[in-house]
């Protein structure tokens, strides 16, 4: 499985950026897709997830209701990023367990397959 995640740029804050994440491979039908983000200085950190076979989504606090989640038949994952702040300045990945389980979605330990991040940088 290959994950390649694109479209991080700069935006001033409050500004909006849309994530893609190209999942290549043979992938399972089960499991967790989703997205993290690492800041200089500071560990990788869940932003959101959604359960491969579709339905659930889950989000960080500090981005829900300005963040969104979602996926295409296609097999590409998306993360529609609108009121952005500086500090959601971060490198993101995107990254996949085919075999994880609901209760280890926001755990970055249970992603076995990772893209390669993508530069997201909000102004002031």
């Known amino acids: 499985v290959q994950l390649q995640a694109s479209g991080g740029g700069t935006v001033q804050a409050g500004g909006s950026l849309r994530l893609s994440c190209a999942v290549s491979?043979?992938?399972?039908?089960?499991?967790?897709i989703g997205w993290f983000r690492q800041a200089p200085g500071k560990e990788r950190e869940f932003v959101a997830a959604?359960?491969?076979?579709?339905?659930?989504t889950f989000y960080a606090d500090s981005v829900k209701d300005r963040f969104t989640i979602s996926r295409d038949n296609a097999k590409n994952l998306y993360l529609q990023m609108n009121s952005l702040k500086p500090e959601d300045t971060a490198v993101y990945y995107c990254?996949?367990?085919?075999?994880?389980?609901?209760?280890?979605?926001?755990?970055?330990?249970?992603?076995?397959?990772w893209g390669q991040g993508t530069q997201v940088t909000v102004s002031s």
């Open positions: 959604l359960r491969w076979s579709g339905g659930s």
């Open positions: 491979g043979r992938t399972s039908s089960g499991g967790n």
């Open positions: 990254a996949m367990a085919p075999r994880g389980i609901l209760s280890s979605v926001r755990l970055a330990s249970s992603y076995d397959y």
